[in-house]
């Protein structure tokens, strides 16, 4: 079966500063990757996706995400963070059956 | 407008009343999701409808949660006897059909349900 785990529950940068979010995954067949973010009271937005045809994948807002199959990862970096990016990120798994699993989510904050 | 919509956007009730909860797709997206948000938690799968297939009810928490389709569009999830445990925010999410290719939901505003 498809899992994602998300490590770090809440991540705090300084504004400016690098931004990664760890998502591995646990998948028994070529996965389908996703980052969602959500803005506070606000719905999901799909931020970037994976599905194979390149393992660096380029998303909005200046994020990107590498797949690394000997790591089962692919977490999502920003080089600078701005204060806009304040919100909670994402990662998914398409599992075998079509749907999309969720990780628990990780809350980024970012200080002045 | 274009996007998903849900309705109410905010409902609260008493322990034990039955609720319904609103899902409106995008036009012509065949595949249909709810999601539980729980304060703190990340998104917990609930159900999925793809077109004329049976849903995948895998995810309801118990047999007070149902959900339907009808027509291939509008989604209603219905909570019977509710409980405080059932206060959170549902999501609704469509996406154009499964498969990773075309899999990008789209996700409603949700509805947050609170449980007096």
């Not at chain 2, 849903?55 to 949660?65: A, I, M, N, Q, T």
């Not at chain 2, 509710?82 to 154009?96: I, N």
Request: hydrophobic share 35%; net charge neutral; aromatic share 10%.
């Amino acid at each position: 079966a498809q899992s994602v785990t998300q490590l770090g529950s809440h991540v705090s940068v300084s504004e400016g500063a690098l931004v990664l979010l760890r998502c591995n995954y646990s998948s028994s067949v070529p996965p389908y990757l996703f980052w969602y973010v959500q803005y506070p009271n606000q719905g999901l937005q799909l931020l970037l996706k994976y599905t194979s045809a390149a393992t660096l994948v380029k998303g909005i807002n200046g994020f990107e995400a590498e797949f690394k199959k000997s790591e089962t990862s692919f977490h999502l970096t920003k080089p600078s963070a701005h204060m806009s990016d304040a919100a909670e990120y994402f990662c998914a798994v398409e599992s075998s059956a079509s749907k999309i699993i969720f990780g628990s989510g990780t809350r980024l904050s970012i200080r002045p | 407008g274009a996007g998903v919509s849900q309705s109410p956007s905010n409902k609260v009730t008493e322990k034990g009343k039955d609720v319904e909860l609103r899902c409106d797709p995008i036009s012509g997206h065949t595949a249909l999701y709810w999601y539980r948000q729980s304060l703190g938690q990340g998104l917990e799968f609930l159900i999925y409808f793809q077109g004329n297939s049976a849903p995948d009810k895998s995810g309801l928490p118990s047999d007070r949660f149902s959900a339907e389709r009808t027509g291939g569009s509008v989604s209603t999830l219905t909570i019977q006897r509710t409980q405080q445990e059932d206060s959170a925010v549902y999501l609704c999410a469509s996406s154009l059909a499964a498969g990773a290719k075309v899999n990008e939901q789209f996700f409603g505003p949700g509805t947050r349900l609170t449980v007096l």
